[in-house]
Structure formats: C-alpha cells, structure tokens
C-alpha cells in the first residue's frame, strides 16, 4: 500500500491539506522566479513534494523557537533550489509570506543561496558536495549531547558526482548514524543534461547500499508516501538512511518539466501567467 493509500484510507484530509500546500509553495516559487533575478525553478518544483512532507508531516521544528537544541535538523545541499526552501519557510510560518516578494532585491535576507539570517536556515548551502557531511556532523553533535533529534539533508542527483558526498557516505556508515536520513531529488538533469549522459550513477540504490546504507525508492510527487517514509527512519538500526525520491525537473509545468531549460529561468510576463494557470488546472500538469 502507497503512502498515498494509507493517507486516503486513514485520513484523507491529510493528503488533501499536503497537496494544497505544495501546490502553493509552487505557486511562490513562480512569483519569485518572475521577478528581475529569475530563479532556479526547475530543481525547486522537483523537491516542492519532498519539503511539504518534511515540513508539514516529519520534522520536529517549531517557528516559534527556531533555535531549541531538540529540534530537527534540516539542509538543503542543492542549495541553488533555495527559492523552494524559502516559499516553504514562509508556509510553515518562519517569516511571513509577504517577505517572499523581495526575494533577490537588494536589501533582501532572501538570497540566491540561503543564509542564516533566514529563519529556519541552519547553514549556507549551496556549494555542492557539502551538505552531506555537514548533516554528518549535525547527527554526530546530537549522539553526544544525548539527544535523539534527526537530521536531514537534500541532495541533488548531479551533485552526487562530487566525491566529498561519497566520503561522508563512508564516514556515516563506519559511525552508525543511524539518526540521519539522505533524501535524493532524482530528477535525472542537471544545468547542462541528463546525469547518466555525463556521469552514469545508475543503478542508484545499490550503490548507496553498497556504502552501507538503508535505501528506499519512492516516487519524489507523492508527498503522503514520502511523509510515512521519511517519518520511519531510521529503517534499520545502526544504518544511516537515504530516500531516492524519483522527480521530474520543472514537475507542474507543461512547457519546462522535464527539460534541463528549467534549471535556471526568468519568467516573462506571459510565461508567468501560464504556469499560474497551470498550477491552479491540475488537469494539465505534466
């Protein structure tokens, strides 16, 4: 049974209440990237499913008190998706929605890649490769201040080409840390083609095995199923976890999913109007 059925069975609400709100983190997401500074849209509206379902079903945070040591811990590695991030901080309620229109003007907290002056923002990311190690050390800080919150990063599939994620992989499994959980955005392209065109990583979930980790594969547009994996890790004791969560670049939009031209894109007006109504028609979503 899918996450989806469970969600439909038990309380179909809750799936209902997951889809709006991914739906409107791509709505934000849109206006951001119609703005002068553009956005890098495509990456985002692959992992919108992914941060709804961290955010409004898994992690232990609280916009109240975005800095309690029990909380959570949440990184997003691709850091260049951050206008993702940031529509979803808002949704949650870290700042106010509002804030999102100055995303990428000057004066703004909103930046290009997210900084700690965001709330909810743990670390700068985007510099690809990191992310993992830095969860690593997120999860090893908590084991020795005795604490049992988890800790999550967003990797991209073409940043697995750098060889610093492979080594943290090594260096969570030879520590056991089984309190931190990997989530992949598998969507297949990165700024200049598909990722098995330029550095093959197929078949995927063996190889993670292989570093001794516990490995699912789920569909990336199914946030009620990703909720009730991720909300199970860690799946084996003593493995660190990773979720391949499969996508399409640009997911929503007829005109750019799938495409490697969504990577990075200012919407014209024209183009603006059209991914609104797509989004608010789920008909036509492709």
């Known amino acids: 049974m899918t ?4 969600l439909e069975r038990e309380a179909p609400e809750a799936l209902e209440h997951l889809e709006a709100i991914a739906a409107r983190i791509r709505s934000h997401v849109v206006d951001m990237c119609a703005g002068p500074e553009g956005g890098h849209l495509g990456g985002a509206f692959s992992c919108a ?6 955010y409004f079903s898994v992690l232990n945070v609280d916009p109240e008190r975005p800095e309690d040591p029990d909380r959570d811990r949440f990184l997003l590695s691709k850091g260049h998706a951050a206008v993702g991030l940031y529509a979803t901080l808002a949704e949650r309620g870290f700042f106010p929605v509002a804030e999102l229109a100055g995303y990428g003007r000057p004066g703004s907290r909103l930046m290009g890649h997210p900084v700690r002056a965001v709330p909810g923002v743990e670390l700068p990311t985007g510099s690809l490769g990191h992310g993992l190690a830095l969860a690593c050390g997120f999860a090893l800080a908590n084991r020795y201040a005795g ?7 967003l990797l991209g599939d073409g940043e697995l080409q750098e060889g610093s994620v492979w080594e943290a992989a090594i260096a ?39 570093f001794g980790w516990a490995v699912r594969d789920v569909d990336g547009h199914d946030p009620a199923a990703l909720a009730h994996h991720l909300g199970a890790a860690p799946w084996e004791p003593g493995k660190p976890s990773v979720l391949i969560a499969r996508t399409v670049k640009g997911h929503g939009l007829p005109f750019l999913a799938g495409r490697s031209s969504s990577h ?21 979503l492709g």
């Open 147 to 153: 604490r049992c919150a988890r800790s999550f990063v």
């Open 172 to 210: 969570a499994a030879s520590l056991r840390l089984d309190r931190l959980v990997a989530i992949v955005d598998r969507n297949g392209l990165q700024l200049t083609g598909a990722t098995e065109g330029i550095a093959p990583m197929e078949p995927l979930a063996e190889r993670w095995s292989s």
């Open 3 to 6: 996450g989806t059925q469970l």
């Open 49 to 54: 499913d992914v941060l709804t379902a961290l």
């Open 264 to 284: 990075y894109v200012t919407l014209s007006p024209r183009n603006h109007a059209r991914a609104l109504s797509a989004l608010r028609r789920p008909e036509v």
